[in-house]
């Protein structure tokens, strides 16, 4: 059994991942598993994925996660930091509660971004989510407020709420069929726009198949249609306004004007980033370089583990780990 080591997970809708640290930033194992979202996942799914997990690391690396001197849980959908008690009832008793500390998956993910240094961090998937820290480590955020209040603005799940929006004025809720009603119908597999309210109210996760449809319109031949240019510089302009409040509002004195992106609709659409890059330096009125996260966030979670067993060995340990990974 491998001695001195942390374990830093990230929590996802569906899928997770857990990665187990030595405390001098040697990675000893690696391990995927199912939903740990804090307010999606039910309490007993949570702690079978998280188990599911533990159980791999065990028989896989031959860790034994109880023994791990801290772990740092990532999970959707949390703003704020869990107690110990109350982190130890989410996962069902699996680990030591006074070295278990539950996290807003984008705090974790913003650790990893810029190694635990004072930054900024931008998600867009299906949701989106603005995230920055500053020189004492503490976390501000904006957005993540899910598809129940507006889709997260420049999201997938947004984008798509827009190419709806379009469609259905254009062609009179489907009276007069279009070139983008027979692709929303073609995605949806239904024979007419009509039939989309009730396929999409009473499917199965509609936000994820709904910001799906983002990414056939941007594969489709009408990616080059003035509507869908227009919505895509209004998705990045309005990622890059969700930093506003943290650019003006957080200490950022050592912040050396980098801004981290990850998620799909920032990573893969070159229109959506020059507008978010573009409207982010007026709003910042200084240089400022946009890059990839430093490390994923599961990587980014166990630094945290590490940071509250020992702030001195983070840098080292980062240092390594950002090696590894490039």
């Excluded at 740092?72 to 070295?99: K, M, Y």
């Excluded at 810029?114 to 501000?140: E, F, K, N, Y």
């Excluded at 227009?230 to 990045?236: E, K, M, Q």
């Amino acid at each position: 059994m491998a001695a001195g080591f942390v374990i830093g997970v990230d929590g996802g809708g569906t899928r997770s991942r857990a990665v187990a640290v030595s405390v001098e930033g040697a990675v000893l194992g690696e391990v995927g598993g199912g939903p740990l979202n804090v307010n999606t996942t039910e309490s007993g799914t949570f702690a079978a994925s998280l188990g599911g997990m533990l159980q791999q690391l065990r028989e896989a690396h031959g860790l034994d996660a109880s023994a791990a001197e801290q772990t740092v849980i990532g999970t959707a959908s949390l703003f704020t930091s869990l107690g110990h008690d109350e982190a130890g009832r989410l996962c069902g008793g699996l680990l030591p509660a006074d070295r278990l500390t539950v996290v807003g998956d984008v705090v974790s993910a913003l650790f990893g971004a810029t190694l635990g240094a004072p930054g900024l961090l931008v998600v867009s998937g299906t949701g989106s989510i603005a995230a920055a820290m500053d020189g004492d480590g503490q976390c501000r955020t904006t957005g993540g407020l899910g598809p129940a209040i507006g889709g997260d603005p420049g999201s997938a799940r947004w984008i798509a709420n827009e190419v709806l929006l379009h469609a259905s004025a254009e062609s009179c809720n489907g009276e007069q069929p279009t070139a983008l009603t027979d692709l929303i119908c073609a995605h949806f597999g239904i024979v007419s726009f009509q039939q989309l309210i009730p396929e999409v109210y009473s499917g199965a996760d509609p936000a994820k198949r709904l910001a799906g449809l983002s990414q056939a319109m941007a594969e489709s031949e009408l990616n080059g249609q003035p509507f869908w240019l227009d919505i895509v510089r209004r998705a990045g302009g309005r990622l890059a306004k969700l930093c506003g409040p943290l650019l003006t509002g957080s200490d950022l004195a050592n912040w050396p004007g980098v801004v981290h992106i990850s998620g799909s609709v920032l990573a893969h659409n070159a229109t959506v980033r020059a507008a978010f890059e573009a409207e982010l330096a007026a709003l910042a009125r200084r240089p400022l370089s946009v890059e990839s996260p430093r490390l994923p966030a599961a990587e980014g979670a166990a630094l945290m583990a590490l940071k509250a067993l020992n702030p001195s060995r983070v840098a080292v340990a980062a240092a390594r780990l950002a090696k590894r990974e490039s």
